[in-house]
């Protein structure tokens, strides 16, 4: 089939190669110049199956009203006359229930391994370099409730298939010594399965080994129209009225998708939590992490990307402002140098904002639409680098008829 790919970031540009494994045409098109430049291009740097906890937990309201109001806090709510804000927000808080997070985290897990692992199939297969870390993810915490809880959603993600062990506060500092002048810490989790690596570089280079197969890529170009007719779509509309013909489309445009998706009548339930990340370049003598790092405290991880120190993290849910908020800027500057007080001495290289589309639950949407050749893949949220191989490689299963190796159901749309 002739399938028209609407995004480059790294789920459109891994939708493309395994689509394009599957024998079939594939175009991508996106409005940036080439290809990872919005929400791939900055972010935390993880492939964290260990982060499958939903935002949405039955701990997520005292923490919200706790929160509310203040300019610095990991999750900042802005109310907004924004009906679409307020009717996800209901969802959000239907998601909180103890049963449905456990369902939630049992489909973020088993998405996860399987993306993991069709991840390290391609690294290995392409020879992709992409300042990979292979030592996976210690969960720090400062705080010993925190911790304690920590310790039960490990135990249920065991359960679940991911190897998240406790681990006592002496523990994490031989897993990773450069916490040594860290402020005390209670205890943490380790994911030893778990990487981190820079997703823009990432998905640079897979988008040049697809287009060496034969992808076509359109940068530049932005989708202004999806045209309909009866149960199908026909075509996009780019530029000036062109119109760009295929017989499958997917939708891959992160947040952006759910503009185009309502005007063909389909109320995607997504909305964009804005992440930040500020970019370190360490000076000499200054000691670097290289087990990648969350603090679930205040929602941040940190992962080492060659010589560079990402730390990312934090939801801002403002609509679509991209702007870059100097005080939550300061925030994470600030909680770094707690875990790294030679930080103290660098200065940021970047400071950064992308829109992570989100769904309620946290479970990306990925499959079929209301529309027969209109596939979706889409809401991945804060795990949009974990699971983009795994998502990618289940939809073109889906795409091309054939038996999934996991359940699709827990991912649709419906």
């Not at 823009?200 to 045209?227: D, E, N, P, W």
């Not at 309909?228 to 000036?240: F, M, P």
Request: proline content about 5%; hydrophobic content about 40%.
């Amino acid at each position: 089939m002739k399938i028209v790919v609407i995004g480059a970031g790294v789920i459109g540009v891994t939708s493309a190669w395994f689509l394009a494994g599957d024998g079939h045409d594939v175009t991508v098109i996106d409005r940036q110049p080439g290809p990872a430049l919005e929400t791939s291009y900055a972010n935390g740097g993880q492939i964290s199956v260990s982060h499958a906890e939903p935002w949405a937990n039955p701990a997520a309201i005292g923490r919200i009203i706790r929160w509310f109001g203040q300019e610095d806090a990991p999750l900042l709510w802005r109310l907004r006359a924004d009906p679409a804000q307020w009717a996800w927000g209901l969802r959000f808080l239907a998601q909180c229930r103890q049963v449905r997070t456990l369902d939630n985290m049992r489909a973020l897990v088993a998405l996860g391994l399987y993306s993991r692992e069709s991840l390290g199939n391609l690294r290995a297969e392409l020879g992709l370099t992409y300042d990979q870390q292979l030592r996976g993810i210690l969960h720090v915490y400062t705080d010993h409730q925190e911790f304690e809880r920590a310790c039960v959603q490990a135990r249920w993600m065991r359960q679940f298939g991911c190897e998240r062990e406790p681990a006592t506060a002496d523990e994490c500092l031989v897993i990773e010594p450069a916490l040594k002048n860290s402020i005390p810490l209670s205890g943490g989790t380790f994911t030893a399965g778990d990487e981190s690596g820079d997703a823009h570089m990432f998905t640079s280079a897979l988008a040049a080994h697809a287009q060496a197969i034969g992808v076509r890529f359109h940068y530049g170009c932005t989708v202004s129209k999806l045209c309909e007719r009866g149960n199908r779509i026909l075509a996009v509309e780019i530029r000036d009225g062109e119109h760009l013909a295929a017989d499958a489309f997917v939708m891959a445009a992160g947040s952006f998708s759910v503009q185009l998706l309502r005007s063909v009548g389909i109320p995607l339930p997504v909305y964009p939590a804005k992440g930040y990340s500020a970019t370190f370049l360490p000076t000499r003598g200054v000691a670097l992490p290289t087990v990648s790092l969350t603090d679930d405290t205040r929602k941040l991880v940190f992962s080492r990307l060659g010589q560079r120190l990402r730390v990312a993290g934090t939801a801002e849910f403002s609509g679509y402002d991209t702007g870059i908020n100097r005080l939550r800027c300061k925030a994470i500057v600030d909680r770094a140098t707690q875990f790294f007080p030679s930080l103290a001495n660098c200065e940021a290289v970047e400071f950064w904002a992308g829109l992570r589309p989100s769904t309620p639950g946290n479970v990306p949407i990925v499959g079929a639409s209301s529309f027969q050749n209109l596939w979706l893949n889409t809401g991945h949220g804060t795990l949009g680098w974990t699971l983009a191989c795994g998502s990618a490689r289940l939809l073109a299963t889906l795409v091309s008829a054939k038996t999934p190796a996991l359940n699709p159901a827990p991912y649709s749309l419906r």
